[in-house]
C-alpha cells in the first residue's frame, strides 16, 4: 500500500519497478523457494539425502536464483532479461523497506499506548 501510495501523480507504463510489478517479483521468488524445496523433497525420497544427491555428477541441483529467473520471466516477459543479481536487489530494497514501515508502525503503537 505505501508504495502504491508512492506512485500517485507518477507515470506508471514507464515504471519497471511499481507496486504491481513488486508483488509478482515477491510471488516469483516465493514459487521459486517452492520449486526448490519441491526438488529438496525429491532428492530425499530418491537418493536418501540431500547430500548424496549433491555428489551425484547426474543430478542437476537448481539453484534458487535460477528458478527465480525462471519465474519472474514467466510473470513479466516482457522483463525477462533481469539478472538474478537484479531480482535480488529489488526484493532486498523492498524487504528493507517493511521492515522499516514496520518498525515505524510500532514505535507510532508503543508511543500511544505510554
Excluded: C
Amino acid at each position: 500500500q505505501y508504495i502504491r501510495d508512492q506512485e500517485q501523480g507518477k507515470k506508471i507504463s514507464s515504471q519497471v519497478w511499481n507496486s504491481s510489478a513488486i508483488g509478482a517479483l515477491i510471488g516469483a521468488r516465493d514459487r521459486a523457494r517452492r520449486r526448490r524445496e519441491e526438488w529438496e523433497r525429491m532428492a530425499i525420497a530418491k537418493h536418501g539425502s540431500l547430500q548424496a544427491a549433491y555428489s551425484n555428477p547426474r543430478v542437476k541441483v537448481p539453484k534458487v536464483e535460477e528458478l527465480l529467473v525462471e519465474e519472474w520471466s514467466m510473470v513479466r516477459p516482457n522483463h525477462a532479461g533481469i539478472s538474478a543479481w537484479t531480482l535480488n536487489t529489488y526484493i532486498n530494497k523492498f524487504e528493507d523497506l517493511k521492515y522499516q514501515l514496520t518498525a515505524q508502525q510500532e514505535e507510532q503503537a508503543r508511543r500511544k499506548a505510554e
